[in-house]
């Protein structure tokens, strides 16, 4: 096999068209020439050249072993082994060991490009197109991928805390469609704000419904792998949450979401209202003062009268909940108020599962979906403010988002 070791490339044949195959060829040619060395440093003489004192019987090339695919993240090209006879020491080439078909750069890329959210079969179709139609993919690459994950993610979930200083968690109870929507579960999800203003995905776990039960499980689980008690806990209002931070951490203050607030309040508004409406009840969480929010609810109240009795009463229940937030710095009222923080990432994971629907098991899907927070944490930006985090987390006392002294307190009115 005649071997073409030029490095010179005619440019006047070069055009935008055939400039990615030409590049393929480079690179397999360069393959090759490199092969060819590894087998003559091995030898220890270049091809038709002898070694002095070593007859030819002792070690020689044997022609080339049947043509492979190698699949890089540049593309995927053919070469061919060189074969050695005569030698007790078997030839083991370490650029191109026996059964690599990829390198380890693409291994590393599946994931990524996978958790972006592509359907099985898209994912294979958009491989083939960026390495071309050779690269040896099938569906069990795909699903040891996910075998893989499973096993990182049951590592994850029994990682130590000790050490990870939380100061806010975002709490959720995420449905996601798919497998998990079938079997009636939603991902009970939690992400920690910590000391120094970054935040983290804590736990993601499977649960049939948002019970005390399930929230408690989770957060003693927290708690003995060494988290310690939050300042602020930020839910969406369900009284499984609620009762499970009793049991657990019941020092820990307790914040509703006021977007699933304000959604349930319109909810019990007629259509031909609900510019109005939005427009009052959307105001309140934005007052500077907790007296300024109480005298918005009363205002949006007086204007519910008699016809939206129901949307006046909901902003009564639980009150106390909705305006903890007041007791802490302003700069992270915007973060506070609602449980954006968990919901943001899942905007993503939900398209992505909604259009493959590729998940059948709970278990699978939990563990792909645990990998694609993790992609998205990598993007989370830090809380405003990050030094305020460190005044709360010693213990620091606020009133309408500003710090006092011991003594100086404002009683809200």
């Known amino acids: 096999m005649k071997q073409n070791t030029t490095d010179v490339t005619d440019v006047s044949i070069i055009t935008w068209d055939n400039l990615e195959t030409m590049v393929r060829s480079k690179v397999q040619g360069f393959i090759q020439e490199i092969l060819e060395q590894e087998v003559s440093a091995f030898l220890g003489r270049d091809r ?4 002095d004192g070593v007859a030819p019987q002792e070690g020689s090339r044997n022609g080339y072993a049947k043509p492979r695919k190698l699949t890089m993240s540049s593309g995927t090209v053919e070469v061919r082994r060189p074969r050695i006879r005569g030698l007790e020491e078997r030839f083991e080439s370490k650029v191109l060991p026996l059964f690599k078909k ?16 592509l359907s099985l079969g898209d994912f294979e179709l958009a491989l083939r197109g960026l390495l071309g ?21 049951e590592q994850w979930r029994h990682r130590s805390l000790h050490g990870v200083d939380v100061v806010y ?33 804590l736990t993601v776990e499977a649960g049939h419904r948002e019970s005390t039960e399930a929230w408690s499980a989770i957060l003693r689980d927290l708690k003995r792998r060494g988290m310690n008690c939050p300042r602020l806990v930020m839910g969406d209002g369900h009284l499984g949450l609620w009762g499970a931070l009793a049991n657990v951490f019941p020092d820990a203050r307790e914040q509703r979401c006021w977007n699933h607030r304000v959604m349930n309040v319109l909810d019990r508004i007629n259509q ?8 009052l009840v959307t105001a309140i969480p934005r007052a500077e003062t907790r007296a300024d929010a109480e005298r918005r609810k009363k205002e949006f109240q007086d204007w519910c009268g008699e016809k939206h009795q129901k949307a006046a009463a909901l902003l009564d229940h639980d009150w106390e909940r909705m305006v903890t937030f007041y007791s802490f710095p302003k700069e992270h009222w915007l ?26 098991k709970v278990e699978n899907a939990t563990a792909v979906i645990w990998r694609m927070l993790l992609v998205a944490e990598k993007n989370f930006r830090k809380l405003n403010a990050p030094d305020k985090l460190a005044e709360v987390a010693d213990g620091a006392t606020y009133s309408d988002g500003v710090q006092v002294t011991t003594g100086e307190e404002k009683v809200a009115a």
């Open 102 to 117: 990829r390198s380890q750069e693409l291994g590393d890329a599946l994931p990524e490009l996978y958790l972006h959210g």
């Open 48 to 51: 038709y050249e002898r070694r």
């Open 133 to 153: 139609d050779d690269a040896p993919l099938s569906a069990s690459t795909i699903a040891r991928l996910k075998t893989k994950w499973q096993a990182e993610y």
């Open 335 to 360: 973060h506070l108020r609602t449980t954006n923080i968990v919901e943001s990432p899942f905007a993503v994971v939900r398209l992505r599962t909604t259009a493959a629907k590729r998940f059948k």
């Open 272 to 279: 031909k209202d609900q510019e109005v409406a939005r427009r």
């Open 169 to 201: 968690l975002w709490c959720d109870g995420v449905y996601v469609k798919a497998g998990l929507e079938r079997e009636k579960a939603a991902l009970l999800t939690i992400i920690a704000g910590l000391r120094d203003g970054t935040k983290t995905v």
